[in-house]
């Protein structure tokens, strides 16, 4: 049984210092584009497992909070820089990452990333893979001998497989399942691969006061059963959740 060390008061406290830091309103910076994560619904807002996530973390943390969108590929320049106050989207905890910014607890655990072709029998070690630029996925095909094609969006990534440019895609497999359930084309190959330390909320070194009070709303969360419960609706049933 995983330990959880915060109390629901001490949710409550962390929102109060949380507030005397100036954080009278969070804004809240995501992606935009890595369903079902986060996406732009039908009404031009931000959806998604992040935004429903996101929205009672705030609500447990008695925060007001905004939506922000932002590139992957300049979202933690701008988080350093002011332009938001956290990263909710999708982002793994890496070592390397934690050296410029501070992250929450995971509220996704350790999970899988995939490959996904249009041949499962893909040359997965010494051919051509397209992963999304700046994440744990590029980082491990640059390590792994084959031969990188990075691009700035997860859908150009599926393009690339679909138009023969890259012989298999590399991402989490949660964002793949679905793509590859609705694409008769496509289908996993290789193993699964277990990469990262679980997705957290990226906050700057400078508001431990607002990363307290999004621990303990994460952590009533899991206390509760909610956080899991809403992991399955997103991801469904099979998905990794907290014990």
């Known amino acids: 049984m995983k330990t959880l060390v915060l109390s629901t008061t001490a949710l409550v406290l962390s929102a109060s210092f949380a507030m005397a830091d100036g954080h009278s309103v969070v804004r809240m910076g995501t992606e935009g584009a890595y369903p079902p994560y986060n996406f732009i619904n039908d009404d031009g807002e931000v959806a998604g497992f992040e935004r429903v996530l996101g929205d009672e973390l705030c609500a447990r943390a008695e925060l007001t909070c905004e939506w922000v969108t932002n590139d992957w590929d300049s979202i933690i320049p701008n988080l350093t820089s002011g332009n938001y106050d956290t990263i909710i989207a999708g982002m793994s905890i890496t070592d390397e990452r934690d050296e410029v910014i501070d992250f929450t607890q995971n509220y996704i655990p350790p999970a899988a990333s ?130």
């Not at 996925?137 to 084959?146: P, R, T």
């Not at 700035?152 to 793949?176: H, M, Q, S, W």
């Open 114 to 243: 995939a490959y996904a072709a249009m041949d499962p029998g893909a040359d997965l070690s010494g051919g051509v893979i397209a992963a999304q630029v700046n994440t744990i996925q590029a980082s491990f095909v640059a390590e792994s001998g084959a031969t990188l094609l990075e691009f700035a969006t997860p859908d150009e990534t599926i393009a690339a497989v679909r138009n023969g440019e890259a012989d298999a895609v590399f991402a989490d497999k949660d964002f793949l399942v679905p793509i590859v359930d609705e694409d008769a084309d496509l289908s996993f190959a290789g193993d699964d691969v277990p990469l990262g330390g679980g997705v957290g909320m990226g906050i700057r070194e400078t508001d431990g006061e607002l990363r307290a009070a999004f621990d303990a709303a994460i952590t009533s969360m899991k206390e509760d059963g909610t956080l899991n419960t809403l992991i399955k609706e997103w991801f469904g049933e099979d998905a990794a959740v907290y014990e």
